[in-house]
DNA sequence: ACCTGAACACCGTTCAAGT
DNA sequence: ACCTGAACACCGTTCAAGT
């Protein structure tokens, strides 16, 4: 019921008294059965992290399988924006790795990754999943100053390529963008010979 | 004033009476100079931006450069959280793009990219030094459910390889993986082989 | 055990009224 | 032009009181 509520018009729509309301009680009946307002926002975000958290795996490479697994997630997420907003204004946002993590952990060791790689490649696959979702969700709901954007970089034509200028100023695919960004990562993952990274870019992290 | 309290107390404790109180004086005259609270906190938003978005460039190559501009942008970020949690709040964290994306285009223009590859490329940098931001941000906030993790990790050794396992139950270094992936895809941006001390792209400004 | 009503402290906001 | 005080509608929450 909150769950619904909460679903069609959002967090700022979910009020106790909006809730009991809906459910024909006085206000103060869901303190004695939930607790207080935060007891019941913990309850609907593990209600919503368990609907919300399955994925579908498909493709026959480890890597297109990787590329599912990310595209189902997140549109997962989008499908929701209401539920996605809640679980983050609520800090829980970490809990959404946790059903997808087993999945992701199975598709990178079946990619021959392991260890201490194998870990590093599953947290850096889904939080570039879940972090996208989250910026392309406030994105969505605020067209913003899309003319602002456009004004910067009518004046930057001068100094930097005109075509790049003028591509900046147009709107994103998000899309196509959010699978450009996963492919690139889920093809650093899994290409065989590991990269010299950790001894090499430990001198470049500790340069500033 | 109340970029102060912003500062110290988070969005909680910035109301429109403890600012009032602040600056000794009545509730309502705020609202005869800044209009409501929304435009209150538009305002303090884009003064944000403006202190908050600016980066420091160092390194020789563009790959160096473009890795010392993210990690300058995080820590910025990272360094101010209330405040970077106001502009999400306010549903305007695609503004938080604008200030670095100049500087940005500028390295990937030198790093010989253009038009619509330069501009995806562009996005899709920020996107992943943004995005990484705001989920460290919370993650701090809520030691969550750590135990969680290791419960669920700890029966799944079977089904996977054990060390994996293992590594998916501690912590995350979170500087390490942000490192991992910025690097992954600046790798994938700027294709070239990229020599220590490139000629070409020391002329940065010769006109169009 | 389960629910109600009154009450409290806190919000943002409006508006007539003062100077 | 600038500020105040009273008032309103809305929160979350507590608690004695009902059945």
């Known amino acids: ?33 939930v607790g207080d307002k935060q007891a019941l926002l913990d309850e609907l975000v593990d209600r919503i992290i368990a609907e919300v958290g399955e994925v579908r795996v498909t493709g026959g490479s480890p890597a297109d399988r990787l590329l599912s697994i990310g595209r189902s997630l997140r549109q997962n997420l989008l499908d ?11 800090g829980r946002t970490p809990v ?5 993590q087993r999945v992701v952990a199975e598709e990178l060791t079946n990619a021959g990754l392991h260890g201490a790689d194998a870990a590093r490649a599953v947290h850096a696959f889904l939080r570039l999943v879940i972090g996208s979702v989250i910026l392309e969700r406030t994105e969505q709901r605020s067209p913003d100053q899309r003319e602002t954007v456009e004004e910067l970089w ?4 001068l100094s930097l390529h005109s075509t790049l200028a003028e591509h900046l100023a147009r709107p994103v695919d998000r899309d196509e963008l959010f699978e450009f960004s996963l492919s690139a990562l889920v093809r650093a993952l899994v290409t065989q010979p590991a990269p010299p990274w950790p001894a090499s870019s430990a001198q470049s992290y500790n340069a500033t």
Request: charged share 20%; hydrophobic share 55%; proline share 4%.
């Open 80 to 90: 929701q924006p209401n539920l996605v907003a809640l679980v983050h204004r609520q």
């Open 1 to 33: 019921m909150a769950f619904d509520i909460l679903r069609s018009d959002g967090l700022d729509g979910l009020t106790m008294r909006t809730l009991a309301a809906k459910l024909g009680v006085a206000v103060t009946a869901i303190y004695w059965h």
């Open 154 to 157: 009518a004046r930057e034509r």
């Open 96 to 100: 959404l790795f946790l059903p997808a």
